[in-house]
């Protein structure tokens, strides 16, 4: 059977993540966070007090850090360097800066080249905000993600107080709806639906029946092209 290509985008807390994670065990796929990737570059560049508008900067921190996602003890981690940083990334301060430092086209550069040599022999699913129209416009299978403000900043909260941090809903309503502003209207790589891609409103689905959807999708495809 051949090993297709998946792409999910879509705004910050549609869904993304728990789907793609969930579609990748099934089909015994790779799952790609590259949201994680931008967020990793982040969390160093804070690390190492940079200043967020120092680009140069910036871009040597991507062409020399090294950036890996691993299946440790069946939990995808995020390692930066060899240190593992999958809790530190989710941060607050790391969510804030991540949308101005994925801005620049330098650090696009260095994730995209990674994230097309990871996919490169199929059997992957990739998720992010340009995977479908940058990134992989040759996906087998494109899904674009979305859910109402009210639903993604709920579940934001829920998976908040799973780690212990109690957060306003609005704010983080506010928050969000900030993102996608930042996301959908930078110059480079902008948020956008692919024109090919399968639209898909999580807000009233409950996870399965999401992983259900993309998997139909990909069966069809992988039927398709065997
Ligand atoms: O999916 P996430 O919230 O972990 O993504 C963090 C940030 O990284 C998000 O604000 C936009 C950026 N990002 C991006 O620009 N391109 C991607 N392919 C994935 C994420």
């Known amino acids: 059977m051949r090993k297709i290509v998946i792409a999910i985008d879509g705004p910050a807390a549609s869904g993304k993540s728990t789907t793609a994670k969930l579609v990748a065990r099934r089909l015994g796929y790779l799952h790609i966070d590259t949201g994680a990737m931008y967020r990793a570059i982040t969390l160093r560049v804070l690390e190492e007090r940079i200043a967020l508008d ?20 069946h939990a995808n981690r995020v390692l930066l360097d060899g240190r593992d940083v999958t809790k530190e990334i989710r941060s607050r301060e790391v969510t804030r800066a991540v949308s101005m430092i994925s801005s620049y086209q330098p650090v696009r550069d260095v994730l995209v080249r990674e994230q097309r040599r990871i996919a490169k022999d ?54 969000i709806l900030e993102r996608d502003r930042k996301d959908t ?42």
């Open 185 to 226: 209207t930078r110059a480079a790589s902008p948020l956008q639906k692919a024109a090919d891609a399968i639209e898909l409103d999580t807000s009233s689905l409950t996870i399965d029946q999401q992983v259900e959807f993309v998997i139909a999708k990909a069966n069809k495809v992988i039927e398709k092209s065997t």
């Open 54 to 73: 120092d680009v140069k900067s910036i871009r040597s921190v991507a062409e020399r850090s090294k950036v890996r996602l691993e299946r440790i003890d």
């Open 122 to 175: 199929g059997g992957v699913v990739l998720e992010g905000r340009d995977i479908g129209t940058v990134v992989l416009p040759m996906a087998d299978l494109k899904i674009y993600m979305v859910a109402s403000a009210d639903e993604r900043a709920t579940r934001r909260k829920k998976e908040l107080e799973q780690s212990g941090t109690i957060v306003d809903r609005n704010v983080l309503e506010q928050e």
